[in-house]
């Protein structure tokens, strides 16, 4: 008979083996509403654990405001205020709905959203669009400016995108994330907050496309500009590719592995994979890092977004030793960057297979957090993130670097215990 340490090893084996294995591929583009299964008017999803209006940080508050006003439910912030007081719009976290978003993480029902469909198991993972860095709704800012922005996104770049993705299925089948990821990797990028590479591989892919989309060329001009123009236009797709990895190893009895770490800007939270939907969390830390002009550690919110699920599947900010540039955006040396990846590997069940870093000699990226390891070793996920002011409407300050705290993985280790009767 099998010990219960044997099990645990079989069960991450396998979903550490079933991440690295996952085929993400990006497949359509739709309206939220009508791509997430379980979407509907008055419901908008955020980013980390579950949260309250009454707990929710300025951020996130400001992203909701705007994200009603968005939507038409409401004409001044004054009046969104009262339809989530009054319980009239429901929040519920992105990912019990196989969906992520970047810092505030708010997807509203007439967002578009790309669909990812992992051809390897099966899931499907979404995900909204990247409104550029600054004064954007995912920080928290709902000016008219940003409502414009998310408007002429949804009537203009997401029906171009529509129309370019669908015949590049029926060209292809699609574009395969994991090869841009793995690529850009090799490029210079980490491919959570340096998407440079990635973002050059991808528009490579959809240019010719998009020529041919039957759109006028000055639309198709401004689209590919908005595009071209924001490093982060891949990060959301990266997300979501991210997601299905992740997913493909959930709910696998035993496993310790990791399968979502996110923050909502007031708490911190993961899941592990043999413990399925369940949330532990701890008071959301404040990063670490380089502001902009004006602003300072004192302006800065608690780290909120889902976009440590790259993190989650074997990139992002455990792969910084392929990015040195990316010390001038989050801070810190490229020694830093260095040792920050060294250190994810005493953590972590294994070398990706695909996710490979030039300046390690090509080793593999630390893949599938343990928490048995960051108990034993006292070494916590340290990622890279963007920087939101904590009051709502200011939007982006500034990047920098953050560490998960320990306490929602002894709350997880716990957790385990008694759910396995060890």
Excluded at 64 to 75: M, N, P, R, S, T
Excluded at 80 to 107: D, R, W
Excluded at 216 to 224: A, G, P
């Amino acid at each position: 008979m099998s010990s219960v340490k044997d099990e645990i090893e079989k069960a991450n084996k396998e979903a550490v083996e079933r991440m690295m294995d996952s085929e993400p591929v990006w497949v359509d583009v739709g309206i939220a509403r009508e791509k997430l299964p379980e979407m509907k008017d008055y419901l908008l999803l955020h980013a980390g654990p579950p949260i309250t209006w009454e707990k929710a940080s300025g951020p996130m508050r400001g992203a909701i405001l705007g994200a009603i006003l968005y939507e038409e439910w409401a004409d001044t912030p004054e009046e969104a205020e009262k339809l989530v007081t009054s319980g009239q719009v429901v929040l519920e976290p992105t990912h019990i709905h196989n969906a992520v978003g970047p810092m505030a993480g708010i997807i509203s029902p007439r967002m578009p959203v790309y669909e990812v469909y992992d051809k390897k198991y099966g899931n499907k993972t979404y995900s909204n669009f990247n409104e550029g860095i600054g004064k954007v709704l995912r920080y928290g800012a709902y000016s008219k400016e940003v409502i414009d922005r998310l408007r002429w996104i949804e009537s203009t770049v997401a029906p171009i995108l529509q129309a370019t993705i669908r015949e590049i299925v029926k060209d292809r089948g699609g574009i395969s994330l994991k090869s841009i990821i793995a690529q850009a990797l090799q490029m210079g990028d980490d491919c959570h907050n340096r998407y440079n590479a990635a973002t050059s591989l991808l528009l490579k892919e959809v240019t010719p496309y998009m020529i041919d989309s039957g759109f006028d060329k000055q639309t198709i001009r401004e689209v590919y500009s908005f595009l071209a123009g924001n490093n982060f236009t891949t990060l959301n797709l990266g997300m979501a590719a991210a997601k299905a990895m992740t997913l493909a190893a959930h709910k696998i009895k035993y496993s310790t592995i990791v399968t979502v770490m996110s923050r909502n800007g007031t708490e911190t939270g993961i899941w592990v994979s043999g413990l399925g939907n369940r949330w532990f969390t701890a008071a959301a830390p404040i990063p670490k890092g380089v502001w902009f002009p004006g602003f300072s550690e004192s302006d800065a919110n608690p780290d909120l977004g889902d976009s440590s699920i790259t993190e989650t599947a074997g990139f992002g900010g455990f792969a910084m030793a392929a990015a040195p540039a990316i010390v001038s955006w989050v801070g810190g040396t490229v020694q830093t960057a260095i040792e920050i990846t060294n250190k994810m590997y005493e953590i972590t069940y294994a070398k990706h297979r695909y996710f490979q870093i030039p300046y390690l000699n090509f080793q593999g990226t630390p893949t599938g957090v343990d928490i048995r390891k960051v108990l034993k070793t006292g070494i916590v996920p340290t990622i890279n993130t963007g920087i939101a002011h904590k009051e709502a409407g200011i939007g982006q300050i500034g990047a920098g670097i953050v560490s998960f705290p320990f306490e929602v993985f002894k709350k997880a280790f716990e957790a385990f215990i008694q759910e396995y009767e060890i």
